[in-house]
């Protein structure tokens, strides 16, 4: 079964609005961690924000925020205004436990249009 | 400058011709982690580090193998590459912070063609 699942292969955004990128996890142990990245044409992976399952807040870094919804097993990345150099591929992945074992979705190819 | 360098960042190798792809950070990082990109495929996870000689298979260990002699570096290993062992690499680490936070870094990646 997946682990983690995203369900937009591609979304588009008009510049200078908000997008929401969807990601749910599966997982049964009370102790984890969620991450997004984000990957440009040029193929660096670049780590943008970081989520665990004991975390009371939603994890916000700059224009970037997690919108954690525990219950509902989603962790879903919200870019704030967004900007042309944002269009990229977005995965979401999960860390299961206290080990480094992680688990990474299909991804979703964000484009930000002017 | 924090950072994970990766060599070499491209290489075209044959069957059978043992390589190894260095990786190492300047970070001080005890969690270091190897992966593999792949189209349709996504991100997979070879094998992880949590600190010096503590290593552990991820999701696609086979034809890998790796070390930990040190905590700077996480040299990858093929003994025996074969042409499914195409892929493009990306060396990790990573800083837990006591505040439950953490933060990443990857490296550049490492293309490698085997024929």
């Known amino acids: 079964a997946q682990k983690i699942t995203q369900t937009q292969p591609g979304m588009f955004v008009q510049e200078k609005e908000a997008v929401t990128l969807d990601c749910t996890y599966d997982?049964?142990?009370?102790?984890?961690?969620l991450f997004w990245y984000k990957q440009p044409s040029s193929g660096e992976m670049i780590f943008l924000i970081y989520?665990?399952?004991?975390?009371?807040q939603n994890a916000t870094e700059g224009r970037y925020s997690l919108n954690f919804q525990k219950a509902r097993k989603s962790a879903n990345l919200v870019i704030s205004a967004s900007q042309l150099g944002d269009s990229a591929m977005y995965f979401c992945?999960?860390?299961?436990?206290?080990?480094?074992?992680?688990?990474f979705g299909a991804g979703t190819r964000l484009t930000v249009k002017p | 400058e924090a950072q994970v360098t990766q060599n070499p960042r491209y290489l075209i190798t044959v069957t059978g011709k043992k390589l190894t792809v260095t990786c190492s950070q300047n970070?001080?990082?005890?969690?270091m982690s190897w992966y593999r990109q792949d189209p349709g495929l996504g991100l997979r996870q070879i094998y992880y580090?949590?600190?010096?000689?503590?290593?552990d298979k991820g999701d696609v260990p086979e034809g890998y193998k790796v070390s930990r002699k040190e905590k700077r570096n996480f040299p990858l290993i093929l003994e025996s590459p074969s042409p499914n062992q195409t892929s493009l690499y990306f060396c990790?680490?990573?800083?837990?912070?006591?505040?439950?936070?953490?933060?990443?870094?990857f490296g550049p990646g490492t293309r490698l063609l085997v024929l």
């Open positions: 990790a680490s990573s800083l837990r912070w006591t505040s439950g936070q953490e933060t990443q870094y």
């Open positions: 992945a999960m860390r299961e436990g206290l080990n480094n074992d992680m688990r």
């Open positions: 580090s949590m600190n010096v000689e503590a290593t």
């Open positions: 989520q665990g399952s004991y975390d009371q």
């Open positions: 970070m001080n990082h005890e969690y």
């Open positions: 997982t049964s142990d009370p102790s984890y961690g």
